[in-house]
């Protein structure tokens, strides 16, 4: 009861041409291949296509680094000044960044994906100019210690923390931090709940503020309105 308000608000963005031909395109070979099968591997066919539909609406790279090979077309680019617009939530998140970079706080962001945390470490640092660190299962302990005390250090230099959700999600104190990013979304409110505790925790003394990023008109929507429903 002691601790400063945490707002949560959802944050909305479009797909850009290129995600929705990717999408359209997932979409439509899933049909088809769940018409001819059953059971087990009915399920299972759907269960992937989720996650290459959540990989869509992050980056189109993301999709393409996670190897998938469905035959839809999808332009190869490496350099990460030209990969933001590709997607509509990295534009909407590098967005959002900004405003919180020009009042001096710092943010944590979270996604379940490695291949995704990598490149929004690299296109954070491109675009806003700023360094970044990232944490994830495969990272050693002591490097994980040096982390979190470089993030929380006021004159060390990292205004931006990105983080995969299962790593990061329990047992760290990030109190420099005091907005919250879920960039993709693990479906579980408590999971999500206990990783913008790593920022709204005891030793917090400023305002908290957790954002949840959502591509609209896509399964990420439909999926929030269930959880909203039950």
């Known amino acids: 009861d002691d601790l400063p308000e945490c707002v949560q608000t959802k944050e909305f963005a479009n797909l850009t041409r290129e995600q929705a031909g990717l999408y359209e395109h997932v979409v439509g070979k899933m049909i088809g291949e769940v018409e001819r099968s059953d059971g087990i591997q009915r399920r299972g066919l759907v269960l992937s296509t989720l996650v290459k539909l959540k990989q869509i609406c992050?980056?189109?790279?993301?999709?393409?680094?996670?190897?998938?090979?469905?035959?839809a077309p999808m332009p190869e680019v490496s350099a990460p000044g030209l990969q933001t617009g590709r997607s509509g939530k990295t534009n909407r998140l590098i967005s959002l960044l900004e405003e919180v970079l020009a009042?001096?706080?710092k943010a944590l962001v979270f996604t379940q994906f490695r291949e995704m945390g990598r490149l929004l470490t690299a296109m954070i640092q491109h675009d806003l100019d700023c360094e970044?660190?990232?944490l994830h299962g495969g990272t050693p302990t002591r490097r994980r210690q040096q982390m979190i005390d470089r993030f929380q250090d006021d004159e060390g230099g990292i205004p931006v923390f990105i983080l995969s959700l299962k790593a990061g999600g329990v047992g760290l104190n990030l109190t420099a931090a005091n907005h919250v990013f879920h960039y993709d979304r693990w479906w579980n409110p408590?999971?999500?709940a206990q990783a913008i505790d790593r920022a709204h925790r005891i030793g917090q003394t400023r305002h908290g503020f957790?954002?949840?990023?959502?591509?609209?008109d896509t399964v990420e929507q439909r999926i929030i309105e269930l959880q909203e429903k039950k």
Not at 58 to 71: C, E, K, L, V
Not at 210 to 216: F, K, P, S, T, V
């Open 132 to 134: 970044t660190q990232f």
């Open 103 to 105: 009042t001096g706080e």
């Open 58 to 71: 992050n980056h189109p790279a993301h999709y393409a680094q996670a190897g998938h090979r469905d035959g």
């Open 190 to 192: 408590a999971v999500e």
């Open 210 to 216: 957790a954002y949840r990023l959502i591509c609209e």
